[in-house]
């Protein structure tokens, strides 16, 4: 089975960058979507965006569209969440998660992906 290991967070001051990365290991590695969630402490996780198998369509929402990307380098084994013009309230631990199989399409819904990594922190903060 698939597992995931985020990596790159860190603190950074508002409007700066960070990229995040989440490595894939086992026997479906790239194959099915996946997605970005975050979890700021007293506060449900919040979903970020995803991506769809293969083809690397995206879904965003409204809050981080236009700042943060995500991508997928399948050759690599590795999906991105680039964050740009970071805010205070993107402080959060971030984590990335795969569905079980093969998605035409993603969704930023929790309960369609069954692999999450560890979770990385991103502080934003002056």
């Known amino acids: 089975q698939v597992q995931l290991v985020e990596s790159g967070g860190g603190l950074v001051q508002p409007g700066g960058s960070l990229r995040l990365s989440c490595a894939a290991s086992g026997s479906t590695l790239m194959y099915g979507a996946f997605g970005w969630f975050r979890q700021v402490p007293g506060r449900e996780r919040e979903g970020v965006g995803c991506i769809s198998s293969r083809d690397g369509s995206t879904s965003y929402i409204d809050s981080v569209k236009g700042r943060f990307t995500i991508s997928r380098d399948n050759e690599k084994n590795t999906v991105y969440l680039q964050m740009n013009s970071l805010k205070p309230e993107d402080t959060a631990v971030y984590f990335c998660?795969?569905?079980?199989?093969?998605?035409?399409?993603?969704?930023?819904?929790?309960?369609?992906?069954?692999?999450w990594g560890q979770g990385t922190q991103v502080t934003v903060s002056s």
């Open positions: 998660a795969t569905t079980l199989s093969w998605r035409p399409a993603c969704v930023i819904r929790q309960n369609e992906y069954g692999r």
